[in-house]
């Protein structure tokens, strides 16, 4: 990424960095490391290890203070919705993070729109660990409240909170009389950046499978897809 590149991030960002590293580092995905071993940066694992963390106690403080009489369940679903992977893709793609990602010419090839959308929230995260790493908390937060936190409003209007796992099991106990169960087809990646593979399941039949960062969330997307082909 050349200076003026970076210039223009950090000014869809607003913020300059101190340390101009840190921010190339947020945008550096594993892959391009194996074909740049001499790259004098990391990958951008353990700050989105630091940006994840930072993301959600910001969220939580942020529902905790402004909806004083709202259930700890329902500020848990606002909060879920505000910081998966389907909404910092949608962050990313407002803040134009793609076109700087440092990626293998194998990954910039590959256009699997699930695949990307994980490479780019997990930036995300990478970048607001490098903003709270270079500026500290009360900028980070700045970044939060105006990229993430501002799609509050849409979320509770449109009710994207409710939880598409207990709609389903609902419907599905309702329309069956039996509890749909989840089951585990296939776990990729390091520890640390898995994508696991859910399958959902009325009684034997497999109705949809779901992907994500973690088992929750790729039951979410199970669920929610299992939803909309049941027709519910």
């Excluded at 993070?97 to 994980?118: A, H, P, T, V, W």
């Amino acid at each position: 990424m050349s200076a003026s590149d970076l210039e223009k991030l950090e000014k869809r960002l607003g913020v300059v960095f101190k340390n101009k590293d840190l921010i190339r580092q947020a945008l550096v995905h594993r892959s391009y490391l194996n074909e740049h071993p001499d790259f004098h940066l990391g990958h951008n694992e353990r700050l989105e290890f630091l940006g994840d963390a930072v993301l959600e106690i910001v969220v939580t403080e942020f529902l905790y203070l402004n909806f004083l009489s709202t259930p700890e369940g329902d500020l848990t679903n606002w909060r879920a919705s505000l910081v998966n992977a389907k909404m910092l893709y949608k962050v990313a793609a407002e803040l134009n993070i793609e076109e700087c990602l440092y990626l293998s010419k194998g990954e910039m090839r590959d256009k699997n729109k699930k695949s990307r959308q994980f490479i780019l929230a997990n930036a995300v995260e990478a970048i607001i660990g490098a903003i709270y790493l270079d500026q500290g908390m009360n900028a980070a937060k700045k970044f939060i409240l105006k990229n993430v936190v501002t799609k509050l409003d849409d979320i509770l209007r449109n009710q994207k909170y409710l939880d598409p796992k207990s709609r389903f099991q609902e419907k599905t106990q309702e329309q069956k009389g039996i509890t749909p169960h989840y089951q585990i087809l296939d776990e990729v990646g390091p520890d640390h950046a898995k994508i696991f593979t859910v399958g959902l399941y009325i009684g034997e039949k497999l109705i949809v499978t779901g992907k994500g960062s973690s088992k929750q969330e790729a039951q979410i997307e199970a669920a929610a897809a299992g939803l909309k082909k049941m027709g519910w």
